[in-house]
C-alpha cells in the first residue's frame, strides 16, 4: 500500500495567490482529514469527510478556506486568495473505521510570501 | 484554550535513561487517548493507544488517569532513535475526532 499521498511536497507562493492541496487517501479508508500545523498552534483539524461528505468544517479558519472529495480517492484544499498567516504543514489523513488509528501523508510544507 | 496540553519541553536525556511525559486534557467525558510521535519533518505516526487499564509495549508505557483527566507516557531504556516529538492525543466524540497536543519534544543524548 503506497499510503496517504499528498501533493506538492512544497509550495512557496505570494500572497493573494490561489494554492491548491491535493491528497489521495489509501484505498478502502472512508475517513478523510486535513489538518493545519504550526509552531505556535501544533495541530489542528481543518475539516474533515466521512464517505466523501464533509462532516465537520469548523476548524476552517475563514471563507478562503475551502475543501472538496468529490470521489473516494481524492480531496482537494484550496486556500483563495492565499495570506502569510497561511504558511504551515498542512496534512492529510485517512483512516478506515472510526476506532481506527488515522494514517498521515507526508504534508505539503506551504509557504506563502 | 487548547483541549490537550502538553510540556513542550525540551527534553534531553542520556541514553538508558527512563523518561515520562504528562498530558492533561479537558473533556472528562473523552474515551479514547494516543501518543503519536512525529520525527523531525515527517508526518505524525500512531505510537500508542492509552487504555483506562494502561498499557505496555516493550519500553513504552501508557497510563490513564481519569480522576486528574491527564495521560502519561514512560520510556524505558531511552534509545537515541527515541529522539522525536510526542504528541498527545484526544478523541473527544470516539468518531476520530481527535484534538492533538502541540508536543513534547526529546532529545536522547550519546
Known amino acids: 500500500d503506497a499510503g496517504v499521498i499528498q501533493s506538492p511536497r512544497h509550495e512557496v507562493t505570494e500572497m493573494g495567490q490561489e494554492v491548491t492541496l491535493r491528497c489521495k487517501p489509501i484505498s478502502g479508508h472512508n475517513s478523510l482529514f486535513w489538518y493545519r500545523q504550526t509552531m505556535m498552534r501544533g495541530l489542528e483539524l481543518l475539516i474533515y469527510?466521512?464517505?466523501?461528505?464533509?462532516?465537520?468544517d469548523s476548524g476552517m479558519p475563514e471563507d478562503r478556506f475551502s475543501a472538496k472529495m468529490p470521489n473516494a480517492s481524492f480531496s482537494t484544499l484550496k486556500i483563495q486568495p492565499s495570506e502569510p498567516r497561511d504558511s504551515a504543514v498542512y496534512f492529510c489523513a485517512s483512516t478506515a473505521l472510526s476506532d481506527s488509528p488515522l494514517h498521515f501523508g507526508n504534508g505539503t510544507r506551504l509557504t506563502v510570501t | 484554550r487548547k483541549e490537550v496540553e502538553q510540556d513542550p519541553g525540551p527534553f534531553n536525556v542520556p541514553e538508558g535513561a527512563t523518561v515520562a511525559f504528562n498530558c492533561t486534557y479537558s473533556n472528562s467525558a473523552s474515551q479514547s487517548f494516543f501518543w503519536y510521535r512525529q520525527d523531525c519533518r515527517k508526518e505524525p505516526k500512531l505510537l500508542m493507544s492509552v487504555y483506562s487499564s494502561g498499557n505496555e509495549d516493550g519500553r513504552f508505557t501508557a497510563q490513564l488517569n481519569r480522576a486528574s483527566q491527564y495521560i502519561s507516557l514512560l520510556i524505558r531504556d531511552s534509545k537515541l532513535s527515541d529522539s522525536a516529538t510526542y504528541l498527545c492525543v484526544e478523541d473527544q466524540t470516539g468518531a476520530n475526532n481527535l484534538f492533538f497536543g502541540t508536543g513534547t519534544r526529546l532529545t536522547v543524548i550519546p
Open positions: 469527510f466521512n464517505n466523501n461528505v464533509p462532516i465537520d
